[in-house]
């Protein structure tokens, strides 16, 4: 990707809207252990990393999407970048809820999406792909073609990639697990001692457990 996913990784951990603490692990709402931390929404407080992303999102899009119609953001963390996208790329734009409103008139998805359009769904973060991949499903019950989704950072994790395969969904990040770790030890972010631990978490997150730190 011309060393897009690199310099990503590297301002991703520049603002730590990517922490690594190898030796502090955090929890994750699901319960998860974990050496990393990322969160997305950090970008869109630095208007020179913000800027960046999106025009590495068009970039990519205008190469890997030829046809289409709508950018749609999967809720809440992909709003504001498929906003600034879909603005850059002058498309409609929608957005996808984790499910439709118990209130007003149920939707799962906001905005105008009419039958039989071609989606680009924009992501931030790509863990199992659980999601994502409802996201997907509510824009196919609304008649309309996914024709792949595109986030700015995968765990790389094996369940994600079985799971879309199983959707038939095209994924493209922007960058990755592998990549951020790389950047991690050539920004002595980290250090090469704690690069079996890191891999070690990425095979097995679900099992990892705070006694292996």
């Given amino acids: 990707m011309s060393q897009i996913d690199r310099q990503i990784a590297n301002k991703l951990l520049q603002i730590k809207a990517i922490k690594l603490q190898p030796t502090k692990h ?12 990322c969160d997305n929404r950090k970008t869109l407080s630095f208007p020179e990393v913000r800027t960046f992303i999106k025009e590495a ?5 205008s190469e890997n999407f030829k ?9 809440t963390g992909a709003i504001a970048q498929g906003v600034l996208v879909a603005e850059a790329m002058n498309k409609p734009f929608v957005y996808v809820r984790s499910q439709a409103k118990e209130h007003g008139m149920g939707n799962q998805i906001e905005g105008q999406l009419d039958e039989n359009k071609k989606v680009v769904v924009i992501e931030d ?10 996201a997907v499903r509510a824009i196919r019950e609304a008649n309309c073609e996914v024709v792949g989704m595109i ?10 990639i079985d799971n879309f395969e199983k959707e038939n969904v095209k994924l493209i990040t922007l960058s990755n697990y592998d990549v951020l770790i790389e950047e991690a030890i050539a920004m002595g972010y980290v250090s ?4 079996n631990l890191l891999k070690e978490w990425r095979l097995d997150p ?3 457990k705070k006694n292996q730190i």
Avoid: C, H, M, R
């Avoid at 709508?70 to 809720?75: D, F, N, Q, R, W």
């Avoid at 973060?125 to 409802?134: D, E, R």
């Avoid at 090469?192 to 690069?195: C, F």
């Fill in 57 to 61: 999102f068009v970039k990519t899009i």
């Fill in 26 to 37: 955090f929890t994750w709402a699901s319960g998860w252990f974990s050496p990393i931390y």
């Fill in 192 to 195: 090469n001692s704690d690069l």
């Fill in 125 to 134: 973060l790509i863990s199992t792909g659980g999601s994502s991949l409802s």
């Fill in 151 to 160: 986030a700015i950072f995968t765990y790389n994790f094996q369940k994600a």
């Fill in 67 to 75: 046809d289409f119609d709508v950018i749609a953001g999967v809720a």
């Fill in 206 to 208: 679900e099992n990892w």
